[in-house]
């Protein structure tokens, strides 16, 4: 596919489940980063990949948050004990290279999470 | 702290009736700033990134320009289809994420 695909498009889970959250970035692109957005409001930043590690992991909100890339291209973002707290469209995005030229971000369609 | 001030919140124009979205921000030093338009329900599209004072870009009815403490997008005779919300980040030089506005929701009405 040309774009960034997010899976799934809507989840609904109880507070106190557990949750993954896929994203499949653009082929070639060696950056990915999450983020979260609530109604009315920019996209919050959670997380950035540069290739398989985590390069920064600052806006993560607790240790109920953690995200993997394990071969530096699909990541997983997961979520434990979820809380009403959590819902919101959580945003993957991925970008050639991270900083100078070509550093920009092209963002999957989002998953919706909603949290009972 | 770095911070991106975005307005007006909402803006509804005639279609053909230009006009200009405003982006404030602060930060400690800029990498690049970048508009992205996003339509309910999906992900914000990248529309320009800017890098430096006094660069512009353009691209179809959009104009966007760049100062030192703020950015505009212009909108010169907007139709239907350009209603969605304006969204404005800035990425800072000590590391790559974006920091984003609260976004412009614009309305052209046919």
């Known amino acids: 596919g040309a774009g960034v695909s997010q899976t799934p498009s809507n989840k609904v889970t109880e507070k106190g489940k557990y949750v993954e959250l896929r994203c499949d970035p653009i082929?070639?692109?060696?950056?990915l980063y999450w983020y979260r957005q609530s109604l009315g409001q920019g996209p919050e930043f959670l997380i950035y990949?540069?290739?398989?590690?985590?390069?920064?992991d600052s806006g993560l909100p607790n240790d109920r948050f953690f995200a993997v890339r394990p071969e530096g291209s699909v990541s997983t973002l997961k979520i434990q004990r979820t809380e009403r707290g959590d819902s919101a469209v959580y945003l993957c995005a991925s970008s050639y290279t991270s900083g100078g030229a070509y550093n920009e971000q092209f963002f999957g369609p989002g998953t919706r999470l909603t949290v009972l | 702290e770095d911070q991106v001030t975005q307005s007006p919140e909402a803006l509804r124009l005639q279609e053909g009736e230009s006009s200009s979205l405003n982006c404030s921000y602060t930060?400690?030093?800029?990498?690049?700033l970048f508009w992205y338009r996003q339509d309910p329900g999906k992900g914000p599209e990248f529309l320009f990134t800017l890098y430096s004072a006094g660069e512009e870009k353009e691209k179809e009815r959009l104009k966007a320009t760049l100062t030192k403490k703020e950015s505009f997008l212009h909108i010169t005779a907007p139709k239907p289809e350009d209603s969605a919300t304006y969204l404005c980040?800035?990425?800072?030089?000590?590391?790559?994420?974006?920091?984003w506005g609260a976004g412009t929701k614009l309305i052209i009405k046919p």
């Open positions: 990949f540069q290739g398989t590690g985590a390069a920064d």
């Open positions: 082929s070639g692109h060696t950056a």
């Open positions: 930060v400690s030093g800029l990498r690049g």
């Open positions: 980040a800035v990425q800072a030089t000590s590391n790559y994420q974006l920091i």
